[in-house]
């Protein structure tokens, strides 16, 4: 499997809005699983599935009838984006790549865990740096993008 970002639409030959059987199909049972009550009420609304040795997490919305994937996380360094692997490039690589795509706007923050994120929401896609360095790349697709 290509580890190919694909904005808005998932990684390669899984798209998102697609099942865990779908995942489980291409890549096996996970390594671990989560089950996140986001809200703490005791209702499931997310289940993650990791796979440790990829570097990747998978997030499924568990509040319909069947869980369906709406989030992606890589931390491996072969994921690639616009031909790119993203991991080799500086913050100012990756906002010129996002700006190559049409990706213009973006905000900064640090987050209180010492990561500094880069987010473009019109991509939904967020880019986590520790000291100058790519760690981590989280995109999304939400109902109705």
């Known amino acids: 499997m290509k580890l190919e970002i694909k904005i808005r639409k998932g990684l390669d030959e899984l798209p998102f ?10 890549l096996g049972d996970p ?5 996140l009550d986001n809200q703490g009420d005791g209702s499931l609304e997310s ?9 990747l997490n998978f997030f499924f919305d568990a ?12 931390d491996n360094l072969e994921t690639v ?9 500086t913050q100012a690589g990756v906002i010129a790549l996002m700006k190559a795509d049409g990706f213009t706007e973006y ?7 010492g990561e500094h994120r880069l987010t473009f929401d019109n991509a939904q896609i967020d880019f986590y740096f520790t000291e100058g360095e790519l760690t981590m790349v ?3 697709c939400h109902q109705g993008a």
């Open 107 to 113: 905000e900064e923050d640090d987050e209180t865990w």
């Open 31 to 35: 390594d671990e699983t989560e089950e």
């Open 17 to 26: 809005n697609c099942t865990t059987e779908s995942v489980r199909a291409l």
């Open 138 to 140: 989280s995109w999304s």
């Open 63 to 74: 509040t319909g009838t069947e869980p369906i994937l709406n989030t992606i996380e890589s």
């Open 47 to 55: 289940i993650v599935w990791n796979y440790i040795n990829l570097g």
């Open 81 to 89: 984006l616009s031909g790119k692997k993203i991991f080799q490039l």
